[in-house]
């Protein structure tokens, strides 16, 4: 006998799918359900209206957007993403079933502290070898920093961030410009932000906050270091701060500038060690100003890595040395590279790894949406699944039925 719930659930998918495929792309019902029904075929609308611009309600909060891609080939990920596709094709039989299914998830994409060869198990306290350089080897104070690094994780479940649905991954990639562009000379990944385009109209026109975006940053760093980089535990990466457009409006901004005294803190704390270069571009003569506020909140050997340049041929010349092939073009300030008008960041994700190139489109920034699509749709697949199956609704739905 067919599950009525289940059956309920798929004509309505089915039905909301018809709707929007014929619906104007500037109607509001559009807007809001375009880009979950595309997160459920798993690839991009040709003209996805992700971002709400106007202020916010019921018809134009952005709505649990999701990326993806029709492709299939392998990712950098260490997940198996085809067993977790496969637990979202398989129809669970029971609440045991979808209960199973989503503590295997969990527990394929649960993460802790510790690393292996990081140094905790030879450590007679059990604490990773970066906490002890952050510490310069003070054993008091790296073991109280890594028990408030454990309480931090505890706090806001990090070890299963990966396997919750990212419901405003596009949102705040477009309240704060940032991407993976690739691996630079050393293999290093290549983590851009663009800090002066950070859009606080946006995020409030979306019912977003400071801490979705701080939430969000820990997301990627998690995927970062255990999908895209697991091993070795020493791994590094090398930052680019476009400061491109910062002004003293920013300085005079207590919201920019509290986020930003937070997320250096977050980060300083929580991921020590972990920043091989820090190359600030695109500097204006009185970023070092700005960069007075933030300095002591920064340790002596982060501040040892930091270069700060101001564009030109000497700064393209730094670029193109360290980053290598992952340069970015828009980074560039030379001849025939426009400078990038603000606004134009919200970009379409290309549709094959074909497409990527160095920027918001590389390899990088193509796997991580996948990765987040796939997870995103397995636990909507599991949540729907164990609603229809769960009895008291069972029950109710047969009731209505008989009147």
């Given at each position: 006998m067919i599950n009525p719930i289940l059956a309920v659930g798929v004509y309505c998918l089915f039905a909301l799918n018809n709707d929007v495929a014929s619906a104007s792309t500037n109607s509001a019902g559009s807007r809001i359900l375009s880009p979950l029904i595309?997160?459920?075929r798993g690839s991009w609308h040709r003209n996805p209206s992700f971002i709400s611009a106007k202020k916010p309600n019921l018809q134009y909060v952005l709505f649990q957007t999701r990326g993806g891609s029709d492709e299939e080939e392998g990712?950098?990920?260490?997940?198996?993403t085809e067993a977790a596709a496969d637990v979202a094709e398989s129809t669970p039989d029971?609440?045991?079933?979808?209960?199973?299914?989503?503590e295997a998830l969990r527990r394929n994409l649960t993460f802790t502290a510790t690393k292996p060869h990081d140094g905790s198990v030879e450590d007679p306290d059990g604490i990773p070898s970066r906490f002890l350089l952050m510490k310069k080897n003070d054993r008091a104070e790296a073991k109280a920093s890594f028990e408030e690094h454990l309480a931090w994780r505890e706090e806001f479940d990090i070890d299963t961030i990966l396997s919750r649905p990212h419901t405003k991954y596009d949102v705040c990639k477009a309240m704060l410009p940032h991407f993976f562009s690739g691996r630079d000379s050393h293999n290093n990944i290549v983590f851009v932000q663009r800090p002066a385009a950070m859009d606080f109209e946006l995020m409030r026109n979306n019912n977003s906050t400071i801490d979705d975006l701080l939430l969000h940053y820990i997301y990627v760093i998690e995927y970062c270091w255990n999908i895209l980089e697991p091993g070795p535990p020493e791994g590094v990466m090398t930052n680019v701060l476009d400061m491109r457009g910062l002004s003293f409006r920013n300085m005079k901004n207590q919201e920019y500038i509290g986020f930003g005294k937070r997320f250096v803190n977050m980060m300083s704390a929580n991921y020590p060690g972990r920043s091989y270069k820090t190359l600030v571009v695109n500097a204006p003569k009185w970023f070092h100003a700005l960069y007075k506020i933030f300095k002591p909140l920064l340790r002596e050997s982060t501040r040892a890595k930091i270069v700060i340049l101001k564009a030109g041929k000497h700064q393209d010349a730094a670029l193109k040395e360290i980053l290598g092939d992952s340069l970015p073009k828009d980074l560039l300030s030379g001849e025939g590279h426009e400078a990038p008008v603000l606004g134009t960041r919200y970009f379409l994700p290309v549709e094959e790894r074909e497409q990527c190139e160095p920027g918001p489109n590389s390899l990088e920034e193509f796997d991580m949406r996948q990765f987040v699509s796939?997870?995103?749709?397995?636990?909507?697949f599991i949540f729907v699944s164990t609603l229809a199956s769960f009895p008291l609704i069972y029950l109710f739905v047969s009731f209505l039925s008989l009147i």
């Open positions: 595309s997160a459920a990712s950098t990920a260490v997940i198996d029971s609440d045991d079933t979808s209960s199973n299914a989503t796939i997870f995103y749709c397995v636990n909507l």
